[in-house]
């Protein structure tokens, strides 16, 4: 089983900045892929980024260039920075997973981008 939270949403302007994180339980972290997802109110909920258990990384077009992806094995932890946020990235953000042919995801965490 794994279990996902995430933290670190909030309201900010227009080219600011925010750190989300993923808290996962642990053992199998190291091994599994993560992504996070967003979802606008009236919008299908579509994929942003995505970090393989070796560090690759793949992210929507929108967004290339401003988010960055992470992961700690360390800690269990995976991260999406945002920098120059838009009001279109405006959305509940969920950190997911698969494992043993089993979808996982997070509450969400809401991000609101002011103009």
């Known amino acids: 089983q794994v279990q996902l939270v995430e933290s670190g949403g909030g309201l900010v302007q227009t080219g600011g900045s925010l750190r989300l994180s993923c808290a996962a339980s642990g053992s199998i972290f190291s091994v599994i892929a993560l992504a996070w997802y967003r979802q606008a109110p009236g919008k299908q909920r579509e994929l942003v980024a995505q970090?393989?258990?070796?560090?690759?990384?793949n992210y929507e077009d929108s967004v290339k260039g401003r988010f960055t992806i992470s992961r700690d094995n360390t800690k269990n932890t995976a991260y999406l920075q945002m920098n120059s946020l838009k009001p279109e990235d405006t959305a509940v953000y969920y950190c997911?997973?698969?494992?043993?042919?089993?979808?996982?995801w997070g509450q969400g965490t809401q991000v609101t981008v002011s103009s």
């Open positions: 970090i393989t258990p070796d560090g690759s990384t």
């Open positions: 997911n997973t698969n494992f043993n042919f089993l979808s996982y």
